[in-house]
């Protein structure tokens, strides 16, 4: 059984297959209060314009399409006028096009119906602080807060006066932030981790999206990663989330049972499925070269009747676009945005699209190979993996943590820390509420090494239960306790050995710097790496309150 490990790779480094756009200060818009703007209404359809932050040089802007009708709405096209001192530079999920300060938005293929009682959400930033639009016009037909006129586009007289709501009191776990944690397929085998202990450590509850990895991209198409650990698997009741065992004729088993089991138990709980990762990102190239056929392929297995119901999204972890990972990929800057296009025209709005995507913040780096900006409009959410910048694939070092959430001083390289990477998605007009920040549930760590402090020489990885170089949070916390801390993260010196990881003393401080910068919340690699009680997940869903 060949095992696939979640290999981190910011550099591109090969490394051995084992188990395994708005402006900078957009960050401080989850910070203000969203003020609702008069519905501007034609007919059976709406339009109301809500402030979603504004730091006085820009603002951002949710733009919520209603029809309020009692038939179905077969495409829209919504014209409007901004004050002098705005102007869009940025905008997300509708086709913008500007003529002076008219500008006329249209639905996306995958948007362009809305049944009876339904709404769709655009959004863009703009330049200047917050204004009403001063015109407004949905399908051609004229409106002024409500009642349509016979003039195209008229101007009103006065400009809609705002009326300020609070802040929504609905508050989904954690604090309104995204926890999401990695469910590794291989995991049942060797780590004998089940859906059952997400249950039984406590964390199910704590989190908020579960991605499933991994799914193949086997000849640029969707493809079942372990077919046995997927849906075969029979479970005995002692092993099943529910206490029920699984009998020789049922339709479904394995991992996809257990999981639709525990989403059962847990109703906000949901499931993404997650393809590519270190080891099977190769079959990207091949999909961005069709990237219609790829979405179609991966529209059809996570909808597979034998499952269905069970799979909330979809993940694209292409280790990495434009640039070198395990393989190489030359498909262009483009690339990565063409394939995330295919499948949102392909899921359309309701169904999940995320991204796990390079941490590499360094000038010229990863991030700046590939249109990552241009893909984020599509995503619900992008997860630059803010881990594994440093290890024993360099094995005499020098010894670093291998998640630093900020630099210091003697850094092994510039730009490899989450803030840089953070700061760099978020400069390219990624909101910042769109990022999760990063974090391992794991060590990486070096043998033959005398000095204590970061930045020593070694003689090769330490050893490690599955991989040499790496361990578990569960086994590091009492093998090789951290002795001291450094770019927001620990580090440990036992013996000979020595180790970077996150506790959850620092986890804190991660999750009081993610608040800060505005970001959505936080995910992880991955549940079995965590102790039997869940505490790194405990103190990643506290810190995120």
Known sequence: MAFIRHSRIPTGRRRP????????AVAALLATLAVAQPAFAAGTISATFTSAG????????NVKVTNSGTT????????????AGNALSSSWDADVTRAGNHYTAKNKGWSATLAPGASFTWGYVATGPFASPTACSINGVACTGGTPTTSPTPTPTTTPTPTPTPTPTTTPQPGGKKLVGYFTEWGVYGRNYHAKNVATSGSASKL???L???GNTTGGKCSIGDSYAAYDKAYTAADSVDGVADTWDQPLRGNFNQLKKLKAMNPGLKVIWSFGGWTWSSGFTQAAANPTAFAESCHQLLNDPRWAGL???IDIDWEYPNACGLTCDSSGPAAFNNVITALRNKFGASTL???????????????????????????????????????AFNPTGPTAPHSPLTSYAGIPQAGFNTEAAVDKLIGKGIPANKILLGVGFYGRGWTGVTQTAPGGSATGAAPGAYEAGIEDYKVLKTKCPATGTVGGTAYAKCGSEWWGYDTPSTLAGKTSWAKGKGLGGAFFWELSGDTANGELISALSNGLK
């Not at 297959?17 to 900078?24: G, N, P, R, S």
């Not at 179905?72 to 004050?83: A, I, M, R, S, Y």
């Not at 990552?372 to 881990?387: E, F, N, Q, T, V």
């Open 212 to 214: 499933y990895a991994f």
């Open 17 to 24: 297959v084992l188990i395994t756009t708005a402006l900078a």
């Open 54 to 61: 504004d730091w006085g040089t820009g603002h951002q802007v």
């Open 311 to 313: 799979f909330d999204g």
């Open 353 to 391: 699209i995320t991204a796990a995507i390079t941490a590499d913040g360094s000038s010229g780096g990863k991030i700046d190979a590939a249109d990552y900006a241009g893909g984020a409009l599509k995503l619900d959410w992008i997860m630059p993996m803010s881990y594994d910048y440093f290890g």
């Open 72 to 83: 179905p709405v077969n495409g829209w096209t919504l014209e409007f006028d901004l004050p």
């Open 208 to 210: 908020t999206h579960i």
